[in-house]
């Protein structure tokens, strides 16, 4: 059974930095594109950024991009969200999600609140 | 970016009656690959997501088959032939035919 396991999520100052991670289980981060996904609890679904199984493709959403970076550890099998210079506007629950001929299984999510 | 637009963006529903949710593309989301990477995405209040449909009109394993998903190119629909209880929430399409990045529709919340 597919399980992802989204954890680091917490309440930081504007400007702070937190890293997010999601334990898999049931397969294998290295074989799979991994996505984050975000979603300010009660607006829409919002794509943050993604890694290729290799590890050495990654892509990021404009609004991120020089402040996040995904990366993950094929060994723990799991994936992680470094984000730095974090803003209001990153308030959210981020959700780890499996790629899987498009979005397929999704975390629980975990709430990163930036307030000052 | 490819923008998704869902409609109707609140779909107050009877029980036992059919439902029908249209997700249109800004260009064809036919893939260089010739597949059509087209998703629905159910979440329950309180839950997290949760695949129904991919590639355009597969169930995944476990949805049951009052959900069924069709179309082509720009124009996609959700359909649930009749509603029941548990089907409240709010549904996305999304597509990964064209990214990155991936995109969402807005959403459309299925209630009584």
């Known amino acids: 059974e597919v399980q992802l396991v989204e954890s680091g999520g917490g309440l930081v100052q504007p400007g702070g930095s937190l890293r997010l991670s999601c334990a898999a289980s049931g397969f294998l981060v290295s074989s799979y594109w991994m996505h984050w996904v975000r979603q300010v609890p009660g607006k829409g679904l919002f794509w943050v950024s993604e890694i290729h199984g290799d590890g050495r493709n990654t892509h990021y959403a404009d609004s991120v991009k020089g402040r996040f970076i995904i990366s993950k550890d094929n060994a723990k099998n799991t994936l992680y969200l470094q984000m730095n210079s974090l803003t209001v506007e990153d308030t959210a629950i981020y959700y780890c999600?499996?790629?899987?001929?498009?979005?397929?299984?999704w975390g629980q999510g975990t709430l990163v609140t930036v307030s000052s | 970016d490819v923008v998704l637009t869902q409609s109707p963006l609140s779909l107050p529903v009877n029980l036992g009656q059919p439902a029908s949710i249209s997700c249109r593309s800004s260009q064809s989301l036919l893939s260089s690959d010739g597949d059509t990477y087209l998703t629905w995405i159910q979440q329950r209040p309180g839950q997290s997501p949760r695949r129904l449909i991919y590639?355009?009109?597969n169930r995944e394993s476990g949805v049951p088959d009052r959900f069924s998903g069709s179309g082509s190119g720009t124009d996609f629909t959700l359909k649930i032939s009749s509603v029941e209880a548990d089907d409240i929430g709010l549904y996305y399409c999304?597509?990964?035919?064209?990214?990155?990045?991936?995109?969402f529709g807005q959403g459309t919340n299925l209630e009584i």
């Open positions: 999304a597509q990964g035919s064209h990214w990155p990045p991936f995109t």
């Open positions: 999600v499996r790629d899987n001929a498009g979005v397929d299984d």
């Open positions: 590639k355009v009109s």
